[in-house]
């Protein structure tokens, strides 16, 4: 059974730093491509950062230089790291695994951005 499973959200003000966990069991994790996404309430689920088997990055323009994303495959741990917050990065953060067109999800976590 794959399971995703996403830690350390919460609240913080604009400007300050979270770092998201998503620990991965039931899966190949080296193999598969893992990412962040987010959704605000009253939007679509978007494409936060991602990263390959390979370790090659993508980030949404929104966020470049800003986030960044990690793995640890000794783990089975990936990481986004959230710098320069700002109260539109407030959304529910989902963790993502994929392989040859099969996707997992976590539950969600959420990041709230006051102002």
């Known amino acids: 059974q794959v399971q995703l499973v996403e830690s350390g959200g919460g609240l913080v003000q604009a400007g300050g730093s979270l770092r998201l966990s998503c620990a991965a069991s039931g899966i190949i994790f080296s193999r598969n491509v893992m990412g962040w996404y987010r959704q605000a309430p009253g939007k679509q689920r978007e494409l936060v950062a991602g990263i390959t088997s390979g370790g090659i990055t993508n980030y949404a323009d929104s966020v470049k230089g800003r986030f960044t994303i990690s793995r640890d495959n000794a783990k089975s741990t990936v990481y986004l790291q959230m710098n320069s917050l700002k109260p539109e990065d407030t959304a529910v953060y989902y963790c993502?695994?994929?392989?040859?067109?099969?996707?997992?999800w976590g539950q969600g976590t959420q990041v709230t951005v006051s102002s």
């Open positions: 993502n695994a994929g392989r040859y067109g099969t996707n997992w």
